[in-house]
Nanobody
Framework: QSQFVESGGGLVQPGGSLRLSCVASTVTLEYVSVGWFRQAPGKEREGVSCISALSGRAEYVDSVKGRFTISRDNAENTVYLQMNGLKPEDTAIYYC????????????????????WGQGTQVTVSS
């Protein structure tokens, strides 16, 4: 059972946009680093983006940089992933999770907990 509920996925054409939401329970997202991960058929789960606790510093993998934007709404206790310019290779199930941090408290795209994955939300990019 996960602390997070992902939503916002769907079927879009290449070049389209989606906004994913990660809503937390039992944890205040302002005080933890949160990352988005995805898993496509036949591939391992990979980190996509993360946002650091308090500072809100964002990190992205090169494949999504310039297209995706991670953000946090403290009032709604929600982390978002705005996905623009979607490509077929973005097709995957997307998950959110608490991430590890480096010595400066900057998020690292490695899940801090590996036993609490949610159901994720499916993103399909197809023409």
């Amino acid at each position: 059972q996960s602390q997070f509920v992902e939503s916002g996925g769907g079927l879009v054409q290449p070049g389209g946009s989606l906004r994913l939401s990660c809503v937390a329970s039992t944890v205040t997202l302002e005080y933890v680093s949160v990352g988005w991960f995805r898993q496509a058929p036949g591939k391992e789960r990979e980190g996509v983006s993360c946002i650091s606790a308090l500072s809100g510093r964002a990190e992205y993998v090169d494949s999504v940089k310039g297209r995706f934007t991670i953000s946090r709404d403290n009032a709604e206790n929600t982390v978002y992933l705005q996905m623009n310019g979607l490509k077929p290779e973005d097709t995957a199930i997307y998950y959110c999770a608490i991430t590890s941090t480096d010595f400066t408290s900057t998020c690292i795209m490695t899940p801090a907990q590996t036993d609490s994955w949610g159901q994720g939300t499916q993103v399909t990019v197809s023409s």
